[in-house]
Nanobody, 120 residues
Framework: VQLQASGGGLVQAGGSLRLSCAASGSIRVINDMGWYRQSPGKERELVAIIGSGGKTKYGDSVKGRFTISRDNAKNTMYLQMASLKPEDTGVYYC???????????????WGQGTLVTVSS
């Protein structure tokens, strides 16, 4: 199982970006999917999580500005980011809890990260 994150880049404050995370491989079921970010000098923090049924949870710093969604048919998750601030700068990692084919135990997978830079 692999997670491939994409969509990062350089954007001015107040702008928008859309991140994508595609899961591939021998996947039976994907439970929760989420985005985390690591900003310079800070620990990795939760950005948003979405369950297989669509229930969402957001970190306090992004509530009202970011929207997480997923397409279960495509095993893909998205993060629509709006009203971006310089403090949103960081490497954004996608995460998923996956039941691989043939397994009745879940495993946690991480993508490689995509860099988001917000200039002031």
């Amino acid at each position: 199982v692999q997670l491939q994150a994409s969509g990062g880049g350089l954007v001015q404050a107040g702008g928008s970006l859309r991140l994508s995370c595609a899961a591939s491989g021998s996947i039976r079921v994907i439970n929760d999917m989420g985005w985390y970010r690591q900003s310079p000098g800070k620990e990795r923090e939760l950005v948003a999580i979405i369950g297989s049924g669509g229930k969402t949870k957001y970190g306090d710093s992004v509530k009202g500005r970011f929207t997480i969604s997923r397409d279960n048919a495509k095993n893909t998750m998205y993060l629509q980011m709006a009203s971006l601030k310089p403090e949103d700068t960081g490497v954004y990692y996608c995460n998923a809890e996956v039941f691989p084919d043939g397994s009745y135990l879940p495993y946690e997978y991480w993508g490689q990260g995509t860099l988001v830079t917000v200039s002031s």
